[in-house]
């Protein structure tokens, strides 16, 4: 296992199209969390899983995005309706424990564009 | 809510030292993060600080910490072309249950001249 991998890499849509992302964390991790990136910004909190459980979700995931972590082991990230403001980079990333002291690694990323 | 602030770049010469600068406002900030980010590629951890601290060094890395300023500094020795990235400050506060949710700043552009 080499980290966390992200399916696609890019994706370019049309506007109402519904995407989907998928994350694939370190296989021990029990934690994954979703981020979005968008140009010029650091990154910014969407959701967080412990195993299949997801336990937070910012304000900035509105009802159209629907994230899943059905085995506790990949996850997936759904927008649907996308609208052109939903154009960013969303990041997955994985960890091993609780704690603030277990580092989050970061996969590559998923770049949306939304014509 | 938490902020955390970055001026946006800084360019050195090969050599130099390098010293970029945070703000953060979250006085509840338990681990405090630098991250390096390339182009086309994740996040890389760099270096954290637990707050507690006020000083850690790694090599070439020096973190700077100042809690009652709420000031974080990352400063870079012997600064090389290949440290030219993104550098992205970081904090998170100790969650109910344990979990982490990273609050990032802006992010400091390195532009490293040779």
């Known amino acids: 296992d080499t980290g966390v991998s992200q399916d696609p890499r890019h994706k370019i849509t049309k506007r109402g199209q519904n995407v989907t992302f998928r994350c694939d964390p370190i296989s021990e991790h029990n934690r994954l969390y979703w981020y979005r990136q968008t140009l010029g910004q650091g990154p910014e909190f969407l959701t967080y899983?412990?195993?299949?459980?997801?336990?937070?979700k910012s304000r900035l995931l509105s009802d159209r995005f629907s994230a899943e972590r059905p085995k506790g082991s990949f996850s997936t990230l759904e927008i649907q309706r996308t609208e052109q403001g939903d154009s960013a980079m969303y990041l997955c990333a994985s960890s091993l424990g609780p704690g603030a002291r277990y580092e989050q690694f970061f996969g590559p990323g998923t770049r949306l564009t939304v014509l | 809510g938490e902020d955390v602030e970055q001026s946006l770049f800084l360019s050195v010469r090969e050599g130099d030292s390098s010293v970029i600068n945070c703000t953060y406002t979250d006085s509840s900030s338990t681990y405090l993060y630098w991250y390096k980010q390339e182009p086309g590629a994740g996040l890389q951890l760099l270096t954290y600080i637990f707050s507690n601290m006020d000083m850690k060094q790694d090599q070439r890395l020096t973190v700077l910490l100042n809690k009652k300023d709420k000031h974080l500094s990352l400063r870079i020795a012997d600064t090389q072309t290949g440290d030219s990235a993104i550098y992205f400050c970081?904090?998170?506060?100790?969650?109910?249950?344990?979990?982490?949710?990273?609050?990032f700043g802006t992010g400091t552009k390195l532009q490293v001249i040779p």
């Open positions: 899983f412990q195993n299949e459980a997801q336990l937070e």
């Open positions: 970081a904090e998170t506060p100790e969650g109910p249950g344990g979990y982490q949710k990273v609050t």
